[in-house]
């Protein structure tokens, strides 16, 4: 696969976006001007992250310094996305307790080089994805703290803590933030063909290699969503990582 710099890729841009556009001025969704942000936003960071990764990859300090910005603008995101932006410490700290240590395995066991060139796309694709797993759990269950304010307040009513109040209304939700990369996993090569894979492929890997990276990287996805989540989790059942809203509410 190869994409020529040119014309039609600006025209393949413009089109792809008008289609997204019409689609939701046509079924009324509300989201052109998050699309047109969007759009804009990916063409503009990318061209500057390319010029920027091109002198990264050939340095470990630089990689390791733009790795910390990606992990910044993801924490900024997914406390911007769950609308509570005052949390960010927590949150950060909930995404820190998933990537540090799979990040730490990976590169220590030799499974992968230490270089630039490996350090930016794997810590991109596990900040990513860590990013997911908390707006997802944070979207899900503050949704659920707030709809079931009534279970909470009847849990301490009869003299649980705050911690197992939240558990409780918590417990039919702290897994669906989890469920989604487990099925891209249970599902890689018969359904999907996700990126680690193909970027070997196109950067000439064998089909070996490629199968190996990905594996690499799944198994990171799924150890850095597992340990963000339920830190997210314990961190909310103390009344911290929560909106300013659900703090108020759900004071012991």
Request: net charge positive; glycine share 10%.
């Given at each position: 696969?190869?994409?020529?710099?040119?014309?039609?890729l600006?025209?393949?841009?413009?089109?792809?976006?008008?289609?997204?556009?019409?689609?939701?001025?046509?079924?009324?969704?509300k989201?052109?001007?998050?699309?047109?942000?969007?759009?804009?936003?990916?063409?503009?960071?990318?061209?500057?992250?390319?010029?920027?990764?091109?002198g990264?990859?050939?340095?470990?300090?630089?990689?390791i310094?733009?790795?910390?910005?990606m992990?910044?603008?993801?924490?900024?995101?997914?406390?911007?996305?769950?609308?509570?932006p005052?949390?960010?410490?927590?949150?950060?700290?909930?995404?820190?307790?998933?990537?540090?240590?799979?990040?730490?395995?990976?590169?220590?066991?030799?499974?992968?080089?230490?270089?630039?060139?490996?350090?930016?796309?794997?810590?991109?694709i596990?900040?990513?994805?860590?990013?997911?797993?908390?707006?997802?759990?944070?979207r899900?269950?503050?949704?659920?703290?707030?709809?079931?304010i009534?279970?909470?307040?009847?849990?301490?009513?009869?003299?649980?803590?705050?911690?197992?109040?939240?558990a409780?209304?918590?417990?039919?939700?702290?897994?669906?933030?989890?469920?989604?990369?487990?099925?891209t996993?249970?599902t890689?090569?018969?359904?999907?063909?996700?990126?680690?894979?193909?970027?070997?492929?196109?950067?000439?890997?064998?089909?070996?290699?490629?199968?190996?990276?990905?594996?690499?990287?799944?198994?990171?996805?799924?150890?850095?969503?597992?340990?963000?989540?339920?830190?997210?989790?314990?961190?909310?059942?103390?009344g911290k990582?929560?909106?300013?809203?659900l703090?108020?509410?759900?004071?012991?």
């Amino acid at each position: 696969m190869t994409v020529n710099f040119g014309w039609g890729l600006g025209v393949a841009l413009v089109v792809l976006t008008g289609l997204v556009v019409a689609v939701s001025i046509g079924f009324r969704l509300k989201l052109t001007r998050d699309v047109l942000i969007a759009a804009f936003r990916a063409t503009v960071q990318l061209a500057l992250v390319s010029l920027i990764i091109a002198g990264a990859v050939q340095n470990v300090w630089l990689a390791i310094g733009f790795a910390l910005v990606m992990f910044a603008v993801a924490v900024r995101t997914t406390t911007t996305r769950v609308k509570a932006p005052e949390t960010w410490p927590w949150a950060a700290l909930a995404m820190a307790a998933g990537v540090l240590p799979v990040l730490a395995i990976i590169f220590l066991s030799g499974a992968s080089p230490f270089t630039g060139a490996a350090i930016i796309p794997i810590a991109g694709i596990i900040i990513g994805n860590t990013m997911n797993g908390h707006t997802l759990m944070g979207r899900r269950c503050f949704a659920a703290l707030r709809d079931d304010i009534d279970t909470y307040e009847a849990a301490l009513a009869i003299g649980l803590p705050r911690r197992q109040a939240v558990a409780l209304v918590l417990e039919p939700h702290r897994t669906e933030a989890l469920i989604p990369n487990i099925d891209t996993t249970k599902t890689v090569g018969l359904v999907t063909l996700p990126g680690a894979f193909v970027g070997v492929l196109l950067g000439g890997g064998s089909a070996i290699q490629a199968g190996a990276a990905q594996l690499l990287v799944l198994f990171g996805i799924m150890a850095t969503q597992f340990l963000t989540v339920n830190v997210a989790l314990w961190l909310v059942g103390r009344g911290k990582d929560l909106p300013e809203d659900l703090r108020t509410r759900l004071r012991p």
